[in-house]
């Protein structure tokens, strides 16, 4: 019974047309590679990624430096990520133990860097070590505050940026990093800034 409704089918198929009288479709077409892949392939820095730049995209790596106050380079490292998000506690370790190697027991007192690398955990890390961050909560570029990152640790950190002390460090750093790298720049100078604000109310500060 079965070979026979094989041998049915096959005299159906041979005829184009299914047992009900519609046409069979088209068989698929096989899928054949191109002999060349599409896309952009970097065959000689493989490593390197299309990381968004203030320019728009390009193939590359983000840079990371640290440099202190004399603008003197401390660490340098190299990712492939587009956002400066993530590296702040990273680089700031890296400069401790570049200082520890070279014999410097004097660790940073403050570290002075961009928006991009607000990072409430690596804040808190650095806080417990001793070690001031400077970071402002607003973006450079943008109008207002951005939504939500009101009161608590923000406000405390607008307020400590808009002393005379808290302008000129940030503005010190700013000037450096122009001309080390778009980096946070790691400083030892005085932490007195801090005493014009009040602090955040809680560890997370909102």
């Known amino acids: 019974m079965h070979c026979r409704a094989n041998e049915a089918y096959e005299a159906y198929r041979a005829r184009g047309v299914m047992k009900d009288g519609r046409r069979f479709g088209a068989p698929p077409t096989p899928y054949?590679?191109?002999?060349?892949?599409?896309?952009?392939?970097?065959?000689?820095?493989?490593?390197?990624?299309?990381?968004?730049?203030?320019?728009?995209?390009?193939?590359?790596?983000?840079?990371?430096?640290?440099?202190?106050?004399?603008?003197?380079?401390?660490?340098?490292?190299?990712?492939?990520?587009?956002?400066?998000?993530?590296?702040?506690?990273?680089?700031?370790?890296?400069?401790?133990?570049?200082?520890?190697?070279?014999?410097?027991?004097?660790?940073?007192?403050?570290?002075?860097?961009?928006?991009g690398y607000w990072h409430h955990d690596h804040m808190d890390a650095l806080a417990s070590r001793g070690i001031r961050v400077l970071i402002p909560p607003d973006a450079g570029k943008r109008k207002g505050a951005r939504p939500g990152w009101d009161g608590g640790r923000y406000a405390f950190m607008r307020r400590v940026l808009a002393t005379d002390l808290g302008k000129q460090l940030y503005g010190s750093a700013r000037r450096q990093s122009s001309r080390c790298s778009r980096t946070p720049s790691s400083t030892a100078a005085s932490t007195a800034s801090y005493a014009a604000a009040e602090p955040p109310a809680g560890p997370n500060g909102g």
């Open 32 to 115: 054949r590679p191109p002999g060349t892949p599409q896309g952009k392939v970097n065959v000689t820095d493989p490593d390197s990624r299309n990381v968004k730049t203030p320019r728009g995209y390009m193939q590359g790596y983000n840079a990371q430096a640290v440099c202190n106050e004399n603008q003197i380079v401390v660490a340098a490292e190299i990712n492939a990520d587009s956002p400066d998000f993530g590296h702040l506690d990273p680089m700031v370790s890296a400069a401790e133990r570049e200082l520890a190697g070279a014999g410097v027991a004097e660790a940073p007192a403050v570290v002075v860097a961009d928006a």
